[in-house]
Nanobody
Framework: QVQLVESGGGLVQAGGSLRLSCAASGSIFSIDAMGWYRQAPGKQRELVATIISGGSTNYAASVKGRFTISRDNAKNTVYLQMNALGPEDTAVYYC???????????????WGQGTQVTVSS
């Protein structure tokens, strides 16, 4: 079994910064891509940023230049540094990971439980 646990969400004023963390634990052989998604009230979940094991990254246009995704492969942890936050960034943020467990040659996608980010104007 694999678990992803996010932390670092909270309330921040517009223009401020937050750093989210997501740690994967359990029976993990390897992790390929890890990413962050967000879902605002009444909207569909959307991609924020992804990073593969080699370090290549991809960002949504709305966050490019303000958010930075990074990972620590030794800790199976992905981070999201969010700067210049605005009210439009208010959402529940979810991390995901593409994991190969020890018990299987297949890869599975796991999700965290989400962490709330609220940006006040």
């Amino acid at each position: 079994q694999v678990q992803l646990v996010e932390s670092g969400g909270g309330l921040v004023q517009a223009g401020g910064s937050l750093r989210l963390s997501c740690a994967a634990s359990g029976s993990i052989f390897s992790i390929d891509a890890m990413g962050w998604y967000r879902q605002a009230p009444g909207k569909q979940r959307e991609l924020v940023a992804t990073i593969i094991s080699g370090g290549s990254t991809n960002y949504a246009a709305s966050v490019k230049g303000r958010f930075t995704i990074s990972r620590d492969n030794a800790k199976n942890t992905v981070y999201l540094q969010m700067n210049a936050l605005g009210p439009e960034d208010t959402a529940v943020y979810y991390c995901d990971a593409d994991v190969q467990p020890f018990s299987s040659p297949a890869r599975y996608r796991y999700w965290g439980q989400g962490t709330q980010v609220t940006v006040s104007s």
